[in-house]
């Protein structure tokens, strides 16, 4: 992105197709893939394709409004996408910063599910 100095990400090299991805969704803003190191049986990541100093949620500002949009329809598609494994619900979780437990600097959004969930989120 334009206004975008911070390092790249393993990410990047997914979206440049530079290492193999299980990509399960994408368009011109969005790439969805399957986690590398699945937490439940269907573990989904979302990601701007243009990360544009999205590089975690606590970086976003009313300009990235419309990616944010498009990131939440598309993990709400994926949740009820039987072909993948979910079943009825699904957990949406963005991790923020080390405190919350974000290894990967570039926007992500985790789609979990394909078996019942507890209630907890920590
Ligand atoms: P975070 O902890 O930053 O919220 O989540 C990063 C996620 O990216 C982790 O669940 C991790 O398993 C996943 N991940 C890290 N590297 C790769 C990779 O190269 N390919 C895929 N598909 N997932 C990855």
């Known amino acids: 992105g ?16 530079e290492i193999p991805a299980s990509v399960v969704k994408e368009d011109d803003h969005i790439l969805a893939f399957k986690d590398i190191n699945p937490m439940a049986p269907a573990h989904i990541l979302v990601i701007p394709k243009d990360r544009n100093g999205l590089t975690r949620i606590n970086r976003a ?18 949740a009820k ?3 993948l494994g979910f079943g009825d619900g699904a957990r949406i979780v963005i991790n923020d910063g080390p405190d919350g ?5 570039h926007l992500h959004l985790h789609v979990l599910g394909g078996k019942k969930l507890n209630g907890q989120l920590g």
Do not use: S, W, Y
């Open 2 to 17: 334009l206004k975008d100095t911070d390092p790249a990400t393993i990410f990047d090299k997914i979206i440049a197709g």
């Open 101 to 105: 437990g974000q290894e990967v600097m």
């Open 61 to 78: 500002t009313p300009e990235h409004t419309n990616i944010l949009g498009r990131l939440l329809v598309a993990a709400g598609e994926i």
């Open 81 to 83: 996408d039987e072909t």
